[in-house]
T-cell receptor, first 113, second 113 residues
Framework: QKEVEQNSGPLSVPEGAIASLNCTYS??????FFWYRQYSGKSPELIMF????GDKEDGRFTAQLNKASQYVSLLIRDSQPSDSATYLC?????????????FGKGTLLTVNP | EPEVTQTPSHQVTQMGQEVILRCVPI?????FYWYRQILGQKVEFLVS????????KSEIFDDQFSVERPDGSNFTLKIRSTKLEDSAMYFC???????????FGPGTRLTVL
C-alpha cells in the first residue's frame, strides 16, 4: 500500500525561527511532490511543488527532495504566527494521466509570537 | 486570480437521501477531482475525471457515487443514498496540465443525520 508519512506534531517554533517539516513516501515511482497548507476547517492551499532532486525556493519557503531516500521536506524561514497551520505533504503516484494525490496526515505547526 | 468554487458550503441531509455537490473548476483546466476529508483524518482521493469520463476511482467511490460534467463549467458529485459515514468535507480540485499542481476549492461540509 502506497503511504505518505509525516510527523503529526505539533511542531512549535518561535516567531522568526526556521520550521522544518518532513515527509517520507513509500512508492519509488512517485514523480511529483506537493506541500499544502490547511487551516482548520479550510481546504488545502498549495504552497510549493517539486519534481526534481534538490532544493526549490519560493520566498520564505524551500522544498527539498531526495528521491533516493524517498524524502521530501519543507523549510519555512522567518516563521510568522500566520504560518500556524497543518502542513500536508502530498505525492503524485506515477502512471497514466490521473496523477491522483496521496496525502500524509499532516504536521501541525504552531509559531509562537 | 482564478479559483475553484464549490456550492453549497454546508449540506445537511438525512440518511438515505440523495445529495449533489457542485463545483466550478478553473476555466482552462482539463482534469477534475473529488477528494474528501473525514474530520481529523487524511485527505482521501475519490475520483478523477478527464475528457468527460472517469479516469480513476478509489475503493471509496462505490455505486452510490457518480460524477458528471453537465455543461462546460460545472462538475458535480452525486451521492445517491447517503450514509452516516459519508459525513465529511468534500473538496473539488482541478489542474491544467499533466502532473501539474492541483488547486482545491473551499469544500462542502456534508453532514448526514
Amino acid at each position: 500500500q502506497k503511504e505518505v508519512e509525516q510527523n503529526s506534531g505539533p511542531l512549535s517554533v518561535p516567531e522568526g525561527a526556521i520550521a522544518s517539516l518532513n515527509c517520507t513516501y513509500s512508492d519509488r515511482g512517485s514523480q511529483s511532490f506537493f506541500w499544502y497548507r490547511q487551516y482548520s476547517g479550510k481546504s488545502p492551499e498549495l504552497i510549493m511543488f517539486i519534481y526534481s532532486n534538490g532544493d526549490k525556493e519560493d520566498g520564505r519557503f524551500t522544498a527539498q527532495l531526495n528521491k533516493a531516500s524517498q524524502y521530501v521536506s519543507l523549510l519555512i524561514r522567518d516563521s510568522q504566527p500566520s504560518d500556524s497551520a497543518t502542513y500536508l505533504c502530498a505525492v503524485s503516484i506515477s502512471g497514466g494521466s490521473n496523477y491522483k494525490l496521496t496525502f500524509g496526515k499532516g504536521t501541525l505547526l504552531t509559531v509562537n509570537p | 486570480e482564478p479559483e475553484v468554487t464549490q456550492t453549497p458550503s454546508h449540506q445537511v441531509t438525512q440518511m438515505g437521501q440523495e445529495v449533489i455537490l457542485r463545483c466550478v473548476p478553473i476555466s482552462n483546466h482539463l482534469y477534475f477531482y473529488w477528494y474528501r476529508q473525514i474530520l481529523g483524518q487524511k485527505v482521501e482521493f475519490l475520483v478523477s475525471f478527464y475528457n468527460n469520463e472517469i479516469s480513476e476511482k478509489s475503493e471509496i467511490f462505490d455505486d452510490q457515487f457518480s460524477v458528471e460534467r453537465p455543461d462546460g463549467s460545472n462538475f458535480t458529485l452525486k451521492i445517491r443514498s447517503t450514509k452516516l459515514e459519508d459525513s465529511a468535507m468534500y473538496f473539488c480540485a482541478s489542474r491544467g496540465t499533466s502532473g501539474g499542481p492541483k488547486f482545491f476549492g473551499p469544500g462542502t461540509r456534508l453532514t448526514v443525520l
